[in-house]
């Protein structure tokens, strides 16, 4: 059981760089979600998906692009990296459904320098 | 817009005592879940326990139960019988029923169990 995959665990980007965060998930779950976690804080919603085709805006989404071809990858795009990008990104999924918990990957840590 | 606060930034108990989180939230829903969540040192997120606000009864998950208080718009988290393994930050969240149910986080509390 795979569950929700996400790569690289690390990264460190020099400002103005660009990179693409992965996340797959094998658990056939129509919504998938992007949260960053500053430090000492909790997460922020940067976008989510509903189903393969499906995207909308979270709570922090300026500076992020996502894309959602299938229902398994939900990648996120950071097309001009900036130090306040520096941050821990988690990636989620759950069941369509009342009462279904998000299952989260473990995380990357990307430092923007 | 909803919000979750946790006024407790750390707390710190001894082994084998009871600890008690505390959640607030503000939403003007009527039907919603709340979550508490634990992130361990290596960063993964593990749901704890979770609760239905239409239901009455309080949730446990074995050492852990749940203080609902849906006028007051309160959650708090008891851990009884702390083990070393309980440290880690807490993190209360709310969900809408509605739509993509989008999670919203508080700030976390970060617990120490000290032997």
């Known amino acids: 059981n795979a569950g929700v995959t996400q790569t690289p665990k690390f990264r460190i980007l020099k400002i103005g760089q660009s990179m693409t965060l992965q996340c797959t998930q094998d658990?056939?779950?129509?919504?998938m979600y992007w949260y960053r976690q500053d430090p000492g804080m909790g997460l922020k919603l940067i976008y989510y998906s509903v189903g393969a085709g499906i995207t909308d805006k979270g709570e922090v989404p300026n500076g992020y692009n996502v894309s959602r071809s299938t229902t398994e990858d939900f990648p996120l795009r950071l097309e001009l990296a900036a130090p306040s990008q520096t941050s821990v990104y988690f990636c989620?999924?759950?069941?369509?459904?009342?009462?279904?918990?998000?299952?989260f990957g473990d995380g990357t840590r990307l430092s923007i320098l | 817009a909803q919000t979750v606060t946790q006024s407790q930034p750390e707390m710190s108990v001894q082994e084998a005592e009871t600890v008690t989180l505390s959640c607030t939230y503000d939403t003007s829903e009527s039907n919603y879940y709340l979550f508490w969540y634990k992130q361990p040192p290596s960063r993964q997120m593990i749901l704890v326990i979770r609760?239905?606000?239409?239901?009455?009864q309080n949730a446990t998950e074995n050492r852990f139960s749940v203080n609902f208080q849906k006028a007051a718009k309160s959650f708090s988290l008891k851990i009884s019988d702390s083990q070393l393994g309980d440290t880690a930050m807490y993190f209360c969240a709310f969900v809408r029923i509605q739509g993509a149910q989008k999670l919203v986080f508080g700030q976390g509390t970060r617990l120490t169990i000290n032997p």
């Open positions: 609760q239905e606000a239409y239901k009455q």
């Open positions: 658990m056939n779950h129509n919504y």
């Open positions: 989620a999924s759950r069941y369509q459904g009342l009462n279904q918990p998000q299952h």
